[in-house]
């Protein structure tokens, strides 16, 4: 008779195995796939791409909640940008800004950069004005600085840049993007002296460069890429990357100002220096180098105010009006480009914040910046 084979299983060995296995395959993704990005199918996005991901609401109601990334290679990949060279008959301008330039409850058709593509603007040359969508949602000028240091890689004509006081305070440096990219951060910091006090961005320790190539390392970029990969789809199977309708959200400015003097609860006489910080202005001009920047303080809603100490629920008068003389003064000295559009839009003309658009308020900001495109491209010839 044919005695059993007996075998043992020895616990040990296949623990070795698997970690050898688990090292080979790192090392593997870390020279095969050098860049998570790359595995983006969608590179035709207008805008930077919202991920949408299952999510209960307060009533325990199954949906969806959207976010966009903050890494800001799969933003810059999944955009229309970086799908394809500049032609040599194209006038690239580049828009960044906050979630009022994304274009927060407008379809991408109703959008700032939409509305000036559709007037088929050419330049004096003859070249054809082309504009970008690059801004993300959230109000934050060190925000914009560092998404404009990365789109100097892809050869700007002119950037446009709308702002609001909000995005030059301190408590906008304190925001998810920064706090993911602090290397990107602390290079601003090094070579443009950008006055940041975010000490979690300052401090942060940078792992490894080969560690940050592993499978282990791009875990969650890995996982971004496919959530995006995965949204595209689903926006592109609606037709557009926003469900909501701003029909129903025009009620901000009929709602009244208050009458309180406070902003970000300092109260006045108060310096300018107390509650922002416009050194960002020069510092953007510099990242920019021989590209023209064209500053432009955004339009606001001016609320109801019994005594008209405010102009709407973020902004005092007495605050507002310091800025807004503050920048005059910058623009003047630096002989910067800058329109200040702060009323250029009726109450109307907005929808759930004292910031964000109608797409009729959309096309009368850019039948304005365009007229400015025109001749800021005619003196670069």
């Known amino acids: 008779m044919h005695q059993p084979v007996s075998s043992t299983v020895r616990p040990q060995w296949v623990l070795i195995k698997a970690l050898l296995l688990f090292a080979a395959a790192n090392l593997l993704f870390a020279f095969l796939v050098p860049d998570p990005a790359e595995l983006l199918i969608f590179r035709q996005a207008r805008r930077f791409p919202p991920i949408w991901q299952p999510a209960l609401s307060g009533q325990g109601r199954l949906g969806f909640q959207r976010f966009l990334t903050a890494d800001i290679d799969l933003l810059f990949k999944s955009h229309v940008i970086s799908s394809r060279p500049k032609a040599q008959d194209e006038y690239r301008v580049v828009l960044i800004g906050d979630s009022s330039t994304w274009g927060v409850i407008l379809k991408p058709e109703d959008t700032l950069e939409a509305r000036i593509n559709a007037l088929h603007l050419r330049t004096c040359t003859g070249q054809r004005v082309v504009v970008y ?56 910091v090094e070579k443009y002296h950008l006055p940041l006090s975010n000490a979690k961005v300052l401090s942060a320790d940078t792992p490894p460069a080969f560690w940050q190539r592993t499978l282990l390392g791009q875990r969650q970029k890995l996982s971004l890429a496919a959530k995006l990969n995965l949204s595209r789809i689903a926006s592109l199977a609606l037709g557009t990357d926003e469900i909501r309708d701003y029909a129903d959200r025009r009620k901000i400015c009929l709602q009244k100002a208050g009458e309180g003097l406070q902003f970000l609860e300092i109260s006045p006489p108060a310096e300018l220096s107390q509650y922002a910080n416009l050194d960002y202005l020069q510092i953007a001009q510099e990242i920019a180098g021989e590209t023209p920047v064209l500053y432009v303080n955004q339009p606001i809603c001016v609320q109801p105010s019994a005594t008209g100490a405010r102009y709407n629920l973020h902004y005092p008068r007495w605050a507002y009006d310091q800025y807004r003389a503050a920048l005059n003064a910058q623009a003047s000295e630096h002989h910067f480009y800058y329109l200040d559009l702060w009323n250029l839009l009726p109450p109307t003309e907005f929808t759930n914040t004292v910031f964000h658009r109608t797409p009729a308020g959309e096309q009368m900001m850019a039948e304005t910046l365009a007229e400015h495109i025109l001749i800021i491209s005619c003196r670069q010839r």
Do not use: C
Request: aromatic share 10%; net charge negative.
């Open 133 to 188: 969508n690059l801004g993300y949602p959230f109000t934050s000028g060190v925000k914009d600085l560092l998404l404009m240091a990365e789109v100097m890689k892809y050869e700007p004509d002119l950037i446009v840049w709308p702002f609001t006081l909000l995005g030059f305070t301190a408590e906008r440096q304190e925001i998810d993007i920064i706090n993911r990219n602090p290397a990107r951060a602390r290079a601003l």
